[in-house]
């Protein structure tokens, strides 16, 4: 059975800085790209950031670039998004995703192509 279990999420101030973790179990991890999504209050569901099977690549939105770094270690199963100068609009629930490529090299930011989803993990920012 195919897990993705975020942590890390929680309270902070505007400013401030979060590290949100993805531990994956019952999928062969690198074989998989991993994104991390977020859906704020009233919003639709949006892209984050996204990272290829074998970290070379990674593709952010516009609105955290610059401040959020997305990184992951297949040996320990696990995806991280290091998040910096947090603002109140970044208040949502984040989701992991993970996305079966058969290139080493690729990411995307359609949710729609992601295989497995994580439960979510709310990060709220206060002002």
């Known amino acids: 059975q195919v897990q993705l279990v975020e942590s890390g999420g929680g309270l902070v101030q505007a400013g401030g800085s979060l590290r949100l973790s993805c531990a994956a179990s019952?999928?062969?991890?690198?074989?998989?790209?991993v994104g991390w999504f977020r859906q704020g209050p009233g919003k639709e569901r949006e892209f984050v950031a996204a990272i290829s099977r074998s970290g070379s690549r990674t593709d952010y939105a516009e609105s955290v670039k610059g401040r959020f770094t997305i990184s992951r270690d297949n040996a320990k199963n696990t995806a991280y998004l290091q998040m910096n100068s947090l603002k109140p609009e970044d208040t949502a629930v984040y989701y992991c995703?993970?996305?079966?490529?058969?290139?080493?090299?690729?990411?995307?930011?359609?949710?729609?192509?992601?295989?497995?989803w994580g439960r979510g993990k709310q990060v709220t920012v206060s002002s």
């Open positions: 019952g999928l062969t991890f690198s074989r998989y790209a």
């Open positions: 995703a993970a996305d079966r490529r058969w290139d080493y090299d690729s990411t995307g930011s359609d949710g729609k192509t992601y295989d497995y």
